[in-house]
């Protein structure tokens, strides 16, 4: 990996509202979306106006749901200078659906964010990581859909997603897709996630911040990524859920905001496109996959 003198991280935004959470899928009928109380463009607004305090630009992940119901705020997003990206279009696991629909789903999205933004989509992510070892087939699909890279992909043990023993720094896949995979530290030969959502959240502050410096030591980038809902303390409960779902779901979300303002003081951070535009990318090992 080239190492650029000044350490640069990615962040990332997966732009969802907190009723299209995997945690909560089984909990919460998706006919009932329409009828949920939306807190989504307060908190994107919130999370805009950070960045703007400290100058930084991200990537945001927009599900196409979201866009078609929040055609301004996607604008808004992309008129304060941050690259816009799909999160697909319905909150749907990959493995849950046939290569048909993903397809479509894919175009759709694309679509719909191309034409609010009048710019080129280059990037991809799948709800929940949900590109695996049996989802692979989802990798040609986006490339002959006009992808430059994808962001799907997490190298850990995890029972909704995740591709243990897959390279945990960018790099080119075989189709030519560029694969940004999510942030893991390694120890005792095995992977662990930090550097995102629930792990910011639970974790306490100064986990995350030592991994990254891990990371930047070693020339790599961390790439960081959140939801507007982890920054809402006021998130709205579900009744009936189990103790595993509320602890993934609503653990410190008060503590969000404060960690998201320490990560912009304390690291550098440009969108996804623009580290691809300066950086190169070793070639992976297929044989694995």
Known sequence: MKNFGEHVNLLTFDIEDWFHTSALRRFIDEKSWDNLESRAVENVRLILALLAEHRTRATF????????????????????????????????????????????????SKQLLEDLTGQPIAGYRATSFSIVKNTLWALDILRESGFLYDASMFPVRHDIYGIEGFPRFPFVLANGLIEIPASTLRAGGRNFPFAGGGYLRLYPYRVTQKGIQRLNRDGDPAVIYLHPWELDPDCPRVAGTDWRTRFRQYVNLDKTKSRL???????????????INRGDFFEADHSKL
């Open 61 to 108: 992940f927009v599900l196409g749901w979201m866009a078609e119901r929040y055609p301004q705020l996607v604008q808004e997003i992309a008129w304060a200078g941050h690259e816009i990206a799909s999160h697909g279009y319905r909150h749907r696991l990959i493995y849950e659906l046939d290569r048909e629909t993903f397809r479509e789903y894919v175009r759709r």
């Open 261 to 275: 303002t320490r990560l912009l003081t304390d690291f550098t951070f440009m969108p996804v496109i623009d580290y």
